[in-house]
T-cell receptor, first 116, second 114 residues
Framework: SAVISQKPSRDICQRGTSLTIQCQVDSQVTMMFWYRQQPGQSLTLIATANQGSEATYESGFVIDKFPISRPNLTFSTLTVSNMSPEDSSIYLC?????????????FGSGTRLTVV | AQSVTQLDSQVPVFEEAPVELRCNYSSSVSVYLFWYVQYPNQGLQLLLKYLSGSTLVKGINGFEAEFNKSQTSFHLRKPSVHISDTAEYFCAVIPRDNNNDMRFGAGTRLTVKP
C-alpha cells in the first residue's frame, strides 16, 4: 500500500498568517484528497487534487482560503490562508488505491493546527 | 448520494469484554464499506473493508465486521477488547460507480476501561 508522509505534524500559528502543509506519497497516484477534521468531528473533504489541473473544491471551501498545488504525481500541498481560530483542526491528505491488496483510501498522519 | 450513520457516539467498555460498534449506510447504488481507526494524535488506519464475497470480513487487531445488505449495516465487532483499542472508529462508504466519493460516519469513540 502507499506510504504518505505529511508535514508538519503539528503547528501553532498566529491568526492572519498562512500555513502550508505538504504531502508526499511513495508511489504515483492520479488523485489526492485533502480532508479537515474539526475537534470532535468526523472528516470533511476539502478538495480533490489532480496532477496538472485545478483542484476541485467541495461546497463551503474556496480556493482563496485553501489553495492547493499538485506539481507532480507524488506530491501536493494545502495552504490554510489568513487563519482564524475556527481553522484549528486536523488536516489530512489521502490517496485512493485501486486494485491493490489494500484497496481503499490511505491517509497521512495528519497536521494538527492550532490558531491563536 | 450515500450517507453513513454511526449509531453510538461513545462506547465505554471494560477490558476483555466484547464490543460492537454499529454502522448503517444509505445509498442508491452498491457500495464498498470500510472501517478506519484513529488512535489519539494520529491519522487514520484501515481496519478492514468489504468489497465483495464473504459478508464476514476479518481485519487487523482481532476486529471483524459483517455486511448485511438487507439491513444496510456493517457493524464492527471484537470478542475481547484491550486498553490499547481505545480510539475513534470511523465507518465509511464508497459507491462502486464513483470511487472518488468517500463518505464518513461521525465516528464512535471506544473507551476501554481496566
Amino acid at each position: 500500500s502507499a506510504v504518505i508522509s505529511q508535514k508538519p505534524s503539528r503547528d501553532i500559528c498566529q491568526r492572519g498568517t498562512s500555513l502550508t502543509i505538504q504531502c508526499q506519497v511513495d508511489s504515483q497516484v492520479t488523485m489526492m484528497f485533502w480532508y479537515r477534521q474539526q475537534p470532535g468531528q468526523s472528516l470533511t473533504l476539502i478538495a480533490t487534487a489532480n496532477q496538472g489541473s485545478e483542484a476541485t473544491y467541495e461546497s463551503g471551501f474556496v480556493i482563496d482560503k485553501f489553495p492547493i498545488s499538485r506539481p507532480n504525481l507524488t506530491f501536493s500541498t494545502l495552504t490554510v490562508s489568513n487563519m482564524s481560530p475556527e481553522d484549528s483542526s486536523i488536516y489530512l491528505c489521502s490517496v485512493y488505491m485501486r486494485f491493490t491488496t489494500n484497496y481503499g483510501y490511505t491517509f497521512g498522519s495528519g497536521t494538527r493546527l492550532t490558531v491563536v | 448520494a450515500q450517507s453513513v450513520t454511526q449509531l453510538d457516539s461513545q462506547v465505554p467498555v471494560f477490558e476483555e469484554a466484547p464490543v460492537e460498534l454499529r454502522c448503517n449506510y444509505s445509498s442508491s447504488v452498491s457500495v464498498y464499506l470500510f472501517w478506519y481507526v484513529q488512535y489519539p494524535n494520529q491519522g487514520l488506519q484501515l481496519l478492514l473493508k468489504y468489497l465483495s464475497g464473504s459478508t464476514l470480513v476479518k481485519g487487523i487487531n482481532g476486529f471483524e465486521a459483517e455486511f448485511n445488505k438487507s439491513q444496510t449495516s456493517f457493524h464492527l465487532r471484537k470478542p475481547s477488547v484491550h486498553i490499547s483499542d481505545t480510539a475513534e472508529y470511523f465507518c465509511a462508504v464508497i459507491p462502486r460507480d464513483n470511487n472518488n466519493d468517500m463518505r464518513f460516519g461521525a465516528g464512535t469513540r471506544l473507551t476501554v476501561k481496566p
